[in-house]
């Protein structure tokens, strides 16, 4: 009887059997061999989960193929059951069906190989029966020491990494003879790193990220010349035609996150095209880093300088030396530089330790006397002596220059006099000169104003003395407005001087001439003729005193029908001073003045009175309803 148990289910023939027919069943056997050693298509019912390739016993049958390509459609991966399973070989496998799905290749109950459609896998059945398993031939693949992938031909070739959630491929794009990585199956989708025959290589998207999860090197460049030359060059190269003024050439950023996670730039440096001319190239660079959340420009170096802190931020500068922290200091907050100090108290601020002095400047090291300060070759000469200053001036070294100017512990100053000579008390400056009338001058040489400041603690200028040449006058002034001046033919005026003159505009029915009330009513002038400081209030009817003095006033109602008994200026809204007047129709418009000695803020109104009259009309009469004053010292 014939068996078919090896693993190409060829037909064994026992002895004495196949009388006749022996060399026919041998031929089939070797054709079967050869098949076996083939290629062979089988189909797949369409959209069918499950198929069954079992390889035929002593006939022809693709499942025998040593290159099976499985055809048909599917909607879903078909799992695909190659038997016997004591049938024990290799197989090149190729999914060709169409709907893109996979087919999953088993021969028992045990491992699976999947193959994706358009794919072709080595796979290899262990024959082991019901827990026959199939492999994958190639998972672990070790070539050498060459492989060579494509045949010269015009074509795209390529080694795919079949990521689970991403594709990579490493591939020649043939029409531009360029090796590239990228992201896909397929050359030339979402390349990633580019080389060309030059050996340059291009990053497409402008984006290369070197990750490394300690603290080593991520990046090495290594020169291994051994000349005298530079060594490893990194170089930045921007190449475009239209290079214009301000480009920027190239940027090194140093990044990190901060504690809410976002992606910060903290430091970077950029380098700028200054003038882009042909021969006659600037360019500069800059070191930026990030202050407070905004990006400053700490250092940048410029054609013609090297600026720190262009942008103008709150940033210090500190330059340390040997043996001092703050040799120079800059004070970026307060616009101040130090010496020797980190906390200036004014524009320029040098500490010194000891008794080193703090500025010496030496026209001759030689020379056993040293000055403060020495300038012009001892032309001026600045001295500290006793707690005073000491201005000298004159061509002779040390103690025989002559002294021009002293300043005493004091702080009082003494010019053409010797320290010793006595001072007034509240002096704080005297002039003296030895034979001849003293004078102090100020003179311009191109006719401009010139004059002498009064200020506070604050540098405020409050008060000055103003000559003009334009006019030939002088000014006492404030800080803006003239309070006195004096012309070239002596006369002397008083522009801010106080003065006003008030009337009605419209009668004021309803005046209660009474006592009666908190404050006493008074009359409203709601007119000006004229007020110098803008010192009556029209509202209230109240002159507001601008400063201590003793003041002029004259005043009059006409209350016409009404005959006033009295009438009173009334300061601070009580009375102050006035006069009586005779009940008669001759007195509806009474007439008073006086003389008032007020402080700063004092107010000054003008009372009508009558007992009993509660609601009179004041008429706006310009010659008998008015108010004036004036500022007398």
Sequence with gaps: MATYVNDLRLKEIGTGESSGTWGTETNVNLELIGEAMGYGTEAITTNADTHASTVADGSTDAARSMYIKYTGTLDSACTITIGPNTMSRVHIIENATSGSQNIIIKQGSGAEVTIPNGFVKAVYLDGAGSGAAVTEAFADLSIGPNLRIGNAAAEDTAIVFDGNAQDFYIGLDDSADDLIIGLGSTVGTTPIISVDENKDVAIPDGSLTITTGDNSAALTVKSTDTDASIGPIIDLSRDNSDAADGDVTGTIRFIADDDGNNQTTYVQLVSKIVDASDTTEDGSFHIETIVAGSTAQRIDVLAAETVFNEGSADIDFRVESNGNANMLFVDGANDRIGIGTNSPDNLLHI??????PSIELEQDAGTSYKSLIKLAGNDLEIRGSSGSMEFYTGNNDGDSSTLAMSIDSSQRVLIGADSGDAFNADSMLRLQRTGDRVFIQIKTDTDQDSGILFGNTSDDVHHHILYSPSNDTLSIKGQSDTHIKSDAAGHVTMPKQSSFHVRRNGDQSGYNAETSGSPMEVVVFNHEE???????????GKFTAPVDGTY???????????????QWFNVNDARAAGTDTVNSAAHEFPEASAILKLDANDTVGFKPYKAGATSITVTANVNHTWFRGTLLH
Excluded: C, E, L, P
Aim: aromatic share 12%.
């Design 530 to 540: 004229h007020d110098t400081n803008s010192d009556f209030n029209t509202t209230t």
């Design 351 to 356: 500490k010194t330790t000891g008794s080193t």
């Design 552 to 566: 002029y006033f004259q005043a009059a109602v006409y209350t016409q029908g009404n005959n006033i008994g009295q």
